[in-house]
């Protein structure tokens, strides 16, 4: 007994005759019959009996319709969704705070201008907490900053990203181009958490200079660090992306390290044994094709 023998079922109660089952199913009277005959010998019962030229359901009929037709409608569904999964489906997208903050919505609202009816969910965290649910398979495909080390994991790099050191207007080091890298070793330090990208791309940069960073502030929000270093509370190392408008409004003020050049890049990265769909595919391609944004 499969789908099929139920199908049939369906349309013979419907109907209430084999051959315009058949005709609505495509299948011939002898077919048509075939299957309702294997129906009730795999159920030891008689779904349909003779009445004249016609036939009639029994009680079984009646109880089993219930259920078939309830079947029915949820197995068509589910063909429906899968045979349109690349339009109908769900994305798990993750992101590290940096990216999830200045690039992906950008390239969602892109995305759902072409894949109207695809769900698209996201998560916003750190590098090393992203990284572990592609490794638990709670995400289909990321985008973080920094290194990422697991050997199953696969990176892609799509976008090139400059960290800025930053402080406030009235501070010694504002818009200066020739800080020395021991001058940082007596400035208040306001950086991102540890788990960061951002914070352990700054730290590996300036521990290969011989300074270590021991932050006085740390916070998962890059607007809280640029409005206390706006403060005068210190100085912070941030993607210029996220702190661009503070710069322009004059509210922080940048400078430069000498022999430091604060690059790093942005990778999308999945699990190696992931199934990547079309419609994810297309996600990842559309990222990579607007990586100036």
Same mark, same amino acid.
């Given at each position: 007994?499969?789908?099929?023998?139920?199908?049939?079922?369906?349309?013979?109660?419907?109907?209430?005759?084999?051959?315009?089952?058949?005709?609505?199913?495509?299948?011939?009277?002898?077919?048509?019959?075939?299957?309702?005959?294997?129906?009730?010998?795999?159920?030891?019962?008689?779904?349909?009996?003779?009445?004249?030229?016609?036939?009639?359901?029994?009680?079984?009929?009646? @109880? &089993?319709?219930?259920?078939?037709? +309830?079947?029915?409608?949820?197995? /068509?569904?589910? =063909?429906? !969704?899968?045979?349109?999964? $690349?339009?109908?489906?769900?994305?798990?997208?993750?992101?590290?705070?940096?990216?999830?903050?200045?690039?992906?919505?950008?390239?969602?609202?892109?995305?759902?201008?072409?894949?109207?009816?695809?769900?698209?969910?996201?998560?916003?965290?750190?590098?090393?907490?992203?990284?572990?649910?592609?490794?638990?398979?709670?995400?289909?495909?990321?985008?973080?900053?920094?290194?990422?080390?697991?050997?199953?994991?696969?990176?892609?790099?799509?976008?090139?990203? @400059? &960290?800025?050191?930053?402080?406030? +207007?009235?501070?010694?080091?504002? /818009?200066?181009? =020739?800080? !020395?890298?021991?001058?940082? $070793?007596?400035?208040?330090?306001?950086?991102?958490?540890?788990?960061?990208?951002?914070?352990?791309?700054?730290?590996?940069?300036?521990?290969?200079?011989?300074?270590?960073?021991?932050?006085?502030?740390?916070?998962?929000?890059?607007?809280?660090?640029?409005?206390?270093?706006?403060?005068?509370?210190?100085?912070?190392?941030?993607?210029?992306?996220?702190?661009?408008?503070?710069?322009?409004?004059?509210?922080?003020?940048?400078?430069?390290?000498?022999?430091?050049? &604060?690059?790093?890049?942005?990778?999308?990265?999945?699990?190696?044994?992931?199934?990547?769909?079309?419609?994810?595919?297309?996600?990842?391609?559309?990222?990579?094709?607007?990586?100036?944004?």
């Amino acid at each position: 007994m499969n789908i099929k023998h139920i199908r049939v079922f369906v349309a013979v109660y419907d109907e209430g005759s084999v051959t315009a089952a058949g005709k609505k199913l495509g299948l011939t009277q002898p077919a048509t019959s075939l299957a309702i005959r294997e129906l009730e010998e795999y159920y030891n019962t008689k779904f349909f009996e003779r009445d004249g030229r016609s036939i009639r359901p029994t009680d079984a009929a009646t @109880e &089993l319709y219930k259920e078939a037709a +309830r079947l029915i409608s949820l197995y /068509d569904e589910m =063909d429906d !969704k899968m045979k349109n999964w $690349n339009e109908k489906g769900v994305i798990k997208i993750g992101s590290s705070i940096s990216i999830g903050s200045c690039i992906l919505p950008k390239l969602v609202i892109k995305y759902k201008r072409i894949h109207k009816d695809l769900t698209i969910k996201v998560v916003v965290d750190n590098s090393d907490v992203i990284q572990d649910m592609i490794i638990q398979n709670k995400l289909d495909f990321a985008f973080v900053e920094g290194d990422v080390n697991h050997e199953g994991i696969i990176k892609e790099v799509f976008m090139d990203d @400059e &960290l800025v050191p930053i402080c406030g +207007r009235f501070h010694k080091f504002a /818009d200066r181009d =020739d800080v !020395k890298v021991s001058e940082l $070793n007596t400035e208040s330090f306001l950086m991102r958490e540890k788990e960061s990208g951002t914070r352990q791309q700054a730290e590996s940069h300036l521990a290969a200079k011989g300074v270590k960073i021991d932050p006085i502030w740390e916070s998962t929000s890059t607007a809280a660090l640029s409005n206390a270093v706006a403060a005068g509370l210190g100085v912070s190392i941030l993607p210029l992306r996220m702190v661009e408008d503070s710069i322009k409004t004059n509210k922080i003020k940048t400078f430069h390290i000498k022999g430091i050049k &604060l690059t790093r890049k942005y990778s999308i990265v999945y699990h190696k044994n992931k199934f990547l769909s079309e419609s994810m595919k297309d996600f990842i391609d559309l990222a990579k094709k607007e990586s100036n944004i």
